[in-house]
């Protein structure tokens, strides 16, 4: 079985984390930007531990400065997910990072952004949307901000809003206005919770803003109840299996709760989160699902349709995906 031919259905990338490292070079050299230390010999990020990580992926993101350098990360980025297989993808986004939550230069961001997708789907043939996010750490406030430049620009491309940063600062009540905002303008939700934080962090997230799907949400498995819960009411989880072995959330993939949650009902996903800050990738994140839980095909069949239906893009788009996903003779 090729793991790399298997059709992908990613929703959890990061765009700016999605940056290949040839790429984030590239554009060092030339705005003259020294960045020479955070790459290894053999040109992949290099760093000691989650700390690190983090300087690292500030420093390669610095290089990211004007609507065209997203226009480029952005063709960048959907060059791997197209040599990976992936047919379907969402990535998030961030008015922060894209013009400072100015509507005005938010709009510039997002329609480079729009751009490089539409001609990634004619000639690379793998389709993009974009979740808007606000970054938990900046405050409630700022999530406001974020929440109406999603909420200006939400429509067929734009379709989610969600929130990433540092699980535990701040509570998800705190955010409840910028996600009811969201909601109203008809965004899909998602929240990243339960990767660092317990299951109280998956709760308080649902109780507080409603989302229909968690980032992470791994921490679930650790409460009964809770995985009781996330079946009953289907909310899906977009599990990120090589990132959380990555950065030490669990040891090894043998101890991840990945197939013990999907045995007890729970809607789960796969998806690379941060792919070449993890050296990994969705084909690499395929091969050790079958190696070290034995999924197969049909496996991965199935869990290209869960996240399909979880998709926030419109049913037109759905339909169109779902036949790629169907073997080309039936
Ligand atoms: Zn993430």
Redesign the pocket.
């Known amino acids: 079985m090729s793991f790399t031919e298997l059709p992908k259905v990613e929703l ?1 990338l ?1 765009l700016e ?1 999605g940056a290949p490292p040839a790429f984030i070079a590239g554009l060092a050299k030339e705005k003259k930007l020294d960045i020479s230390g955070i790459f290894k010999p053999d040109g992949s990020y290099d760093y000691r531990d989650f700390w690190h990580f983090l300087e690292v992926y500030e420093a390669a993101t610095s290089t990211l400065q004007t609507p065209d350098d997203y226009k480029r990360l952005t063709l960048a980025v959907l060059e791997e997910s197209a040599k990976n297989g992936v047919v379907y993808s969402e990535t ?1 986004i961030s008015p922060d990072f894209c013009g400072g939550r100015d509507l005005g230069a938010w709009r510039e961001y997002l329609h480079a952004i729009q751009e490089a997708a539409d001609e990634a789907e004619r000639t690379m043939g793998v389709t993009l949307r974009g979740i808007v996010t606000c970054i938990r750490h900046f405050g409630p406030e700022k999530a406001k901000e974020t929440a109406l430049c999603a909420a200006e620009t939400a429509g067929d491309w734009l379709v989610g809003f969600g929130m ?1 940063g540092d699980e535990k600062k701040g509570k998800p009540a705190d955010f409840a206005y910028a996600f009811d905002m969201a909601r109203e303008a008809g965004l899909g939700l998602t929240v ?1 919770a339960g ?1 660092w934080d317990g299951p109280d962090s998956v709760r308080d997230a649902l109780d507080a803003l409603r989302p229909a799907r968690i ?2 949400g791994v921490a679930a498995w650790h409460d009964r109840h809770l995985v009781e819960r996330l079946a009953r009411e289907n909310i899906v989880l ?1 599990v ?1 299996p090589g ?1 959380n072995v990555f950065l030490g959330v669990y040891k090894q993939l043998h101890d991840h709760p990945i197939e013990k949650l999907r045995e007890n009902g729970v809607a789960v996903t796969v998806s690379t ?2 792919p070449p800050f993890f050296h990994t990738t969705m084909t690499r994140e395929f091969e050790q699902l079958n190696r070290v839980f034995g999924w197969n095909e049909e496996d991965f069949g199935y869990l290209a349709k869960e996240a399909l239906d979880a998709a926030f893009c419109d049913d037109v788009t759905r339909a169109k995906i779902r036949k790629r996903l169907e073997p080309a003779d039936v």
């Open positions: 959890h990061h984390g998030f990433a990243h990767e980032g992470h977009e990120c990132s989160d941060d």
